[in-house]
């Protein structure tokens, strides 16, 4: 006779680009076994089942959850690597499917997105298709209408076209002034997170932003005020 854990918890969705991907990559740091995830690995490939978690961004988010909600979490990873704002404006987004078979409803859903838009995409567009993916791709499919959203803004890109900022500041400024006018929505900023290659989040950086995430998780719940990060004065 073998035996499984059975949990009974709360079920945090991931989607986005590949930096939601490499959160997840797994390290040295131990994550607590009341920690799980579903979906998607950390390049976006096959999706898996049920999986324990390591490494620095799971560490710092995963562990702080676990205290939050006094009970066992699950990271529900549906991000695809390279996806502009425009594949997740819809119902038939990249983690569509895979948020529907875990079952259950989210708890909220932490969004990590820009970097595919930062060079060609302006204010208005990327400002519209933040609110149908809000809107049309998370909460009405979900049938959650007030569901959280956390938004990671856009980080720092500073290799190949990643340079060029003509529309860097469109993307960042959108995803604030959504979060500004929207309700149950917020935002940790990235700005100041270290990079592994001029784009993906190394180790320290994942530990930084998982603990902003984790202070968003507390204001949310009302037990913390601050938690967005710097911010660029001018």
Known sequence: ITGEKVGVGELVGLAGQSN?????????????DLVRAYGNDEYGGATV??????GPGPAALGDALVTAYNCPVGIVNGHMDGTAIISWAGAGHPASAIFAAVGGKLAAIIFVQGEAD?????????LAGLGTTVTDGFRTPLGQSNL??????LGRYTSGSGSDTTTYEHVKRAQYDYVGATANTYIVDRIDCTLADGLHLDGPGSAKLGARLAQAFKVHLGTATQYRGPSIAA
């Open 118 to 126: 930062w060079n060609g995409t302006n204010y208005a567009t990327y």
């Open 148 to 153: 959280p959203i956390i938004i990671a803004a």
């Open 20 to 32: 939601a991907g490499r959160f997840l990559k797994p390290g040295a740091d131990s994550v607590s």
């Open 49 to 54: 089942g049920w999986r324990t978690l390591s």
